[in-house]
């Protein structure tokens, strides 16, 4: 039953940054509110249209993307770096998946250029020698359903004292060896994982959308549960044919 409640959804340039369907991760989102009785709005921003209008943003998603789209959104997104720092550090909700994720650090040094970064998480890439592919579990503090997602990038990121997403019980993560995923950082949410990550993660896409129910609606409690009966049974088929039944 609706309660005439609302989130707003800012899509940063779908046209450039929509790998391996990350573009589903605004569905999930949606059909997650709507199942509750909640409003939806998703806006776009894109190449042809650069506007942005942070105070009306709940949620900001930003996807994955070749370096050269990388380099021309961050170019673009510079123009609102100080907007994107406030709005961040505000509390507002940010998820951020793979060439995403690099663009919220201090740079991406790739093979043949530095890619300055927005700088509003402590970070930043390094080009290695060979891409990190394939599928990733993770174990995360925050759930005790395991994450599970699919990653392809070449970047290795050293994250500094930052929270990690989750540990990697299966796959390569942030740089190959440091045994770590993503970063969690006040209600930002940055991983390399696609997938896309949030069908194939109920709790996380749960978690990402309770925080911007928080910060919106004081009185907010928590979601009423869905049935994630197939949601569950995808993510448990990961788990257990990459890292094994635990």
């Known amino acids: 039953m609706s309660d005439n409640r609302e989130l707003n959804i800012i899509h940063l340039y ?3 940054l929509n790998l391996y369907g990350d573009r589903g991760n ?3 989102m949606q059909k997650r509110l709507n199942w509750r009785g909640i409003g939806a709005n998703v806006s776009t921003c894109t190449n042809s249209d650069h506007s942005i209008n942070l105070e009306a943003a709940d949620i900001i998603f930003v996807g994955g993307g070749s370096d050269r789209e990388q380099e021309l959104v961050c170019g ?3 123009k609102k770096k100080q907007e994107l ?5 505000g509390g507002g909700v940010l998820v951020a998946v793979c060439g995403g994720y690099q663009l919220l650090g201090k740079y991406y040094q790739t093979a043949s250029s530095k890619i300055e970064g927005l700088g509003i998480l402590d970070i930043y890439t ?11 579990v993770l174990q995360s503090e925050l759930f ?3 994450i ?3 990653e392809n990038h070449a970047g290795r990121t050293f994250i500094g004292s930052h929270t990690p997403l989750g540990k990697v019980v299966y796959g390569r993560g942030n740089t190959g060896d440091s ?3 993503g970063v969690v950082y006040k209600n930002v949410v940055a991983t390399y994982l696609h997938g896309p990550l949030l069908p194939k993660n109920p709790m996380l896409c749960d978690y990402i959308l309770g925080c911007a129910m928080k910060k919106k609606y004081e009185d907010f409690t928590g979601f009423e549960p869905l049935n994630d009966e197939l949601e569950n049974v995808a993510n448990k088929y990961i788990e257990d044919r990459f890292a094994g039944e635990k």
């Not at 720092?85 to 550090?89: P, T």
């Not at 390094?126 to 990733?136: E, K």
């Open 26 to 28: 605004i569905a999930c």
């Open 14 to 16: 779908p046209d450039l």
């Open 148 to 150: 599970v997602g699919f």
């Open 144 to 146: 005790d359903q395991k």
């Open 179 to 181: 045994g770590y995923e």
């Open 126 to 136: 390094d080009a290695g020698d060979d891409r990190l592919i394939g599928n990733v």
């Open 85 to 89: 720092v406030d709005y961040v550090e």
């Open 76 to 78: 673009l997104l510079l």
